[in-house]
Each structure stands twice: as structure tokens, then as C-alpha cells.
């Protein structure tokens, strides 16, 4: 018997990365999976998302260990696609146990500036709410439901020097401390129906968003134009540990144990797999 074996799990950004690396996870634990993902790039994101390839090879993955999924291409941005791909799932696999809302994007220097932002913020905000709240209403008592966040959600004290001049990055930062709160108050709302909500916040992860042109130059802005090569001796600063980054594995090892029984009376955390990146930034408190 698996982890969460006979469960149903609703995961977006399930094309590749993180989202990809969940569903396999999941799988290999004898959950089902619901996969979302845009399947499309967004001209403001300055380095290609998923494509309709990725999300079948995601498909490939998870039934080689011999588990249902259903895969639809829908925008987080559009609750009423969310919904529609839910209740397709659903309707196939009869249930919903576990939601996994992680699809999110990076658009640093994007252009035009404030498009980027809303971007981000409609992604990575608006879309975990849209994610959260069309599942709602198929979730039971000892559902579960598990937000990604971000390391940069607790980089407080950092000072900026010109306000204004990167809304996507900035918004970036804003909307991963957003939904940090919100799925706090959601946990405490949830929690009499006992159904938990969590947080898990990666640091630099080895994925396609890290990897890239405009997160090289985030790392080494004394380049013109860094490459990798440049950008991974840089990549260790963000955490107290000398890691460059975390693998997808190390935050899908994290969401399997918030999705399973083990932690069914775990709610409301915070839970960092950021290689002590918090340490750099926060003292002990309470």
C-alpha cells in the first residue's frame, strides 16, 4: 500500500518541474492525478513554459506506474476552466482528496512592466486561489490541500533601491507572502471540517524557471550576458546550507507527506525545504 494509495490528487502546473515531479511522486504512492497546466507561453515571461508535450510525457510518467490521470490544458487564471477540468476529472475518477496548487511563473524584466505584474500575480496568486476554491466544494473531512510558496515570501528587510523598475519580480515576492497568509486564514477556516491546508516553500529549485536567461542576470547582474556557468556559483548565497539548489524531488518528498494521513492533523504550516534559507534572513521567534 502507498502513501496515499486510492487518493485523488487535483495538481496544476503538472506539465513539468515541480508540478510534473509531484504527479509522478504521487503516483508512485497510488494516488490518481488531475493535471492542469497552460501548455502555453506568456509573452510577458521571459522564458518558455510547458508545452502540450511536457503535459503528455507527465501522462507517460504517471501511468508507467500504473495510476489514472486525467490531463487537461486550462489557465489558472480562468476559475471557470479550473472548475470545468476539476469536475471532468472528477467525473472520470470519481473523487477529490488532494489539490496541489503550485502552477506559477517568473516574469522578471517582462515588458510592458505592469502587464508583468499582473501576470504574476493573476498566476501565482489569483491562480492558487482559483485552484483552492474550485475544489473546495469537492473536498471532504480529511482532505488536503498544499500551496507552494517560495523562500522569497520570508526575505523581509530587503531594501529597494528603485521602486517601480521590476513590478515582475516584485510581484513575484508580493504574491508567494500573499498566498502565504491566505492559505493561514484558509487552514483556520477549513480546520473545524477537518480539512488541512499547508504551505511549502522551495528555495532555488533546479528547474526551467532557475534555469534561465533572466534568473541568470538576477544572480549575476555584473554580466551582460551570464550563463549558467556564471549564475551557479552565485546560487548558493540564498541559502545557509552550500547548496546551489534543491531538486523538485526534495519539495514532491514534502507535498506526498501533507497529502497523506501522516500529517492529517498537521494544518496551517509553513513548511520550508529551502536549505536554511529562512536562517539567512530571520532570528528565532514565536
Not at 54 to 65: I, Y
Not at 149 to 177: E, L, N
Request: proline residues 6%; aromatic residues 6%; glycine residues 8%.
Amino acid at each position: 500500500m502507498g502513501r496515499v494509495e486510492g487518493k485523488v490528487a487535483f495538481i496544476t502546473g503538472a506539465a513539468r518541474g515541480q508540478g510534473r515531479s509531484h504527479a509522478v511522486r504521487l503516483a508512485e504512492e497510488g494516488a490518481d492525478i488531475i493535471a492542469v497546466d497552460i501548455c502555453r507561453d506568456l509573452p510577458t515571461n521571459r522564458y518558455p513554459l510547458a508545452s502540450s508535450d511536457d503535459l503528455k510525457e507527465t501522462v507517460r510518467l504517471v501511468e508507467q506506474h500504473g495510476r489514472r490521470i486525467v490531463a487537461v490544458e486550462a489557465d489558472v487564471r480562468d476559475r471557470a476552466q479550473l472548475a470545468a477540468a476539476l469536475e471532468q476529472g472528477i467525473a472520470e475518477l470519481g473523487r477529490l482528496d488532494v489539490v496541489v496548487a503550485q502552477a506559477g511563473i517568473m516574469p522578471l524584466g517582462g515588458e510592458p512592466p505592469m502587464q508583468a505584474w499582473t501576470d504574476v500575480i493573476d498566476t501565482n496568486l489569483l491562480g492558487v486561489i482559483n485552484a483552492i476554491h474550485a475544489s473546495i466544494p469537492h473536498l471532504t473531512e480529511g482532505g488536503a490541500i498544499i500551496a507552494t510558496g517560495s523562500a522569497a515570501a520570508f526575505m523581509t528587510g530587503i531594501s529597494v533601491a528603485q521602486p517601480g523598475v521590476d513590478p515582475g519580480g516584485a510581484g513575484y515576492s508580493y504574491a508567494k507572502r500573499a498566498l502565504s497568509d491566505f492559505v493561514h486564514e484558509l487552514a483556520r477556516n477549513l480546520a473545524p471540517r477537518m480539512i488541512r491546508a499547508n504551505v511549502v516553500h522551495p528555495t532555488n529549485c533546479n528547474t526551467d524557471m532557475l534555469n534561465s536567461e533572466p534568473m541568470y542576470r538576477a544572480f549575476r547582474p555584473d554580466l551582460e550576458n551570464p550563463t549558467r556557468e556564471d549564475a551557479l556559483p552565485a546560487f548558493p548565497a540564498q541559502q545557509a546550507m552550500p547548496i546551489p539548489f534543491i531538486e523538485p524531488l526534495d519539495i514532491s518528498n514534502a507535498v506526498v507527506y501533507l497529502a497523506s494521513d501522516e500529517s492529517r492533523y498537521v494544518t496551517g504550516l509553513q513548511l520550508r525545504v529551502d536549505g536554511g534559507s529562512y536562517l539567512k534572513f530571520h532570528d528565532f521567534h514565536v
